[in-house]
């Protein structure tokens, strides 16, 4: 079965600073993992994901990815964070055990990102 | 093209009633999955439906059933509530084309809060 840990509750960060938040997965395969942001009383917005190919995804609201295989992590990252870049971030695994395909995203616990001035 | 949309968006039941949530997904998506979120457990995969068939199946109770129209819209049941049943309910599609559909990304809607009384 697939897997993803975040093994942060909460990041906080200074505006203008760098930002990681981070995912480690488990899975048999070759591993299909996305982010999402959802900010309150919101459904979840697509950010990035890594399907195969270049290790470092580039997505929107210039976020991106490093997926690093030998440590299984995909950590979320921007350069420059701005407030209004606080909400909650989530990480998640496609499943690929599913006997009729289809399409099944198991995800972490969410880490809740904190920008503040 | 306009996302996927949910109605209603804020529902109270009490308990023991019926609901029924809905979803229409992006234009041209073939494959609609639900999830359930809340504080405790977080986001869990409730089912997926494609082609008017349910493909897949979380771990809930026969009390949350769904179903597909053939214009793709979706609906979801939960019969005889109970207090848990409270939560976020998410709608996500993806257009799912058959090879590449396992790189296909879900895209959510905003989500049904639902309130059990």
């Known amino acids: 079965a697939q897997s993803v840990a975040q093994p942060e509750d909460q990041v906080n960060v200074a505006e203008g600073n760098p930002l990681t938040v981070k995912c480690t997965y488990s899975v048999s395969g070759n591993p299909y993992l996305f982010w999402y942001v959802q900010y309150p009383n919101r459904g979840l917005q697509f950010l990035l994901k890594y399907i195969t190919g270049d290790n470092l995804v580039k997505g929107s609201y210039g976020f991106e990815a490093e997926f690093n295989k030998s440590q299984t992590s995909f950590h979320l990252k921007k350069p420059s964070a701005l407030v209004s870049d606080s909400a909650l971030y989530f990480c998640?695994?496609?499943?690929?055990?599913?006997?009729?395909?289809?399409?099944?995203?198991?995800f972490g616990t969410g880490t809740q990102l904190k920008v503040e001035l | 093209k306009a996302g996927v949309t949910q109605t209603p968006r804020y529902l109270i039941k009490t308990r023991g009633q019926q609901v029924t949530l809905s979803c229409s997904p992006i234009s041209g998506h073939r494959s609609v999955s639900w999830y359930q979120q809340t504080p405790g457990q977080g986001l869990q995969f409730l089912f997926e439906?494609?082609?008017?068939?349910?493909?897949n199946k979380g771990n809930f109770p026969g009390r949350f059933s769904g179903r597909q129209f053939s214009n793709s819209r979706s609906e979801m049941n939960v019969s005889t509530l109970e207090l848990g049943d409270s939560a976020l309910y998410l709608c996500a599609s993806s257009l799912d084309s058959g090879m590449s559909g396992l790189a296909d990304t879900q895209y959510f809607g905003p989500g049904t809060r639902l309130t059990v009384l």
């Open positions: 439906y494609f082609s008017e068939t349910q493909r």
């Open positions: 998640a695994v496609r499943d690929m055990d599913l006997t009729g395909g289809g399409n099944k995203l198991t």
